[in-house]
């Protein structure tokens, strides 16, 4: 069954950084886009960034653009998000999820991981 | 950028018809899909391609995509529904999340 793991969470100071990892289970991890999508305490759900299959090509939310580098290892099944230049409005439980991609747009997030929490305060 | 607006809350009766709206111009033109997330859970994936069901989902849940707004609805509503909902589409290859709606069954 498809499972996904992140780690890498925790408290860091204003500024700071941290790199989260999320390791892929059963299923062909290179087959698959995959994204990284975070919410706030008590919030809703906002998209940080998405990475092909190959690792070619990436995108990213306006929020987190020049700060956060997604990337990925196909040979480790694992995908990663550095996050540099954290602010407290980052703090927020950082999901790892699979994108299904179809034809004519038909794209949707089918399996999540249980998320890690990133905490950034002094 | 594109937004997509949803109510913040929603009651329903157990056994009712719940409906859970989705706004953003020109929606229908794009897909939209619906995920539930209950309290201390990760969210999942109710509804794909506008009103596409994933393996394991019951019947109950629907969804429909025209003009401006998309819907969820949830027929015979179950306790067990009692959850936040957020439409999700895309635009111009980047992700957008509703607000997400509260979803009560009283």
């Not at chain 1, 950082?94 to 179809?102: F, P, V």
């Not at chain 2, 859970?41 to 509804?47: A, F, K, M, T």
């Not at chain 2, 391609?49 to 019951?58: A, L, Y």
């Amino acid at each position: 069954q498809v499972q996904l793991v992140e780690s890498g969470g925790g408290l860091v100071k204003p500024g700071g950084s941290l790199r989260l990892s999320c390791a892929a289970s059963g299923f062909t991890f290179s087959d698959y886009y995959m994204s990284w999508i975070r919410q706030a305490p008590g919030k809703g759900l906002e998209w940080v960034s998405y990475i092909s299959s190959s690792n070619s090509y990436a995108n990213y939310a306006d929020s987190v653009k020049g700060r956060f580098t997604i990337s990925r290892d196909n040979a480790k099944n694992s995908l990663y998000l550095q996050m540099n230049s954290l602010r407290a409005e980052d703090t927020a439980v950082y999901y790892c999820a699979r994108l299904h991609r179809g034809g004519g747009s038909i794209h949707y997030f089918d399996y999540w991981g249980q998320g890690t929490l990133v905490t950034v305060s002094s | 950028s594109y937004e997509l607006t949803q109510p913040p809350s929603v009651s329903v009766s157990p056994g009712q018809t719940a409906s859970i709206s989705c706004s953003g111009y020109k929606l229908g033109d794009k897909y939209a899909c619906w995920y539930q997330q209950k309290p201390g859970q990760s969210p999942v994936l109710v509804i794909h391609q506008d009103s596409k069901r994933p393996s394991g989902i019951p019947e109950r849940f629907s969804g429909s995509n025209s003009g401006n707004t998309a819907t969820l609805t949830i027929s015979g509503t179950q306790a067990m529904d009692e959850a936040d909902y957020y439409c999700q589409a895309w635009d111009s290859s980047t992700v957008v999340f509703g607000g997400g709606t509260k979803l009560t069954v009283l």
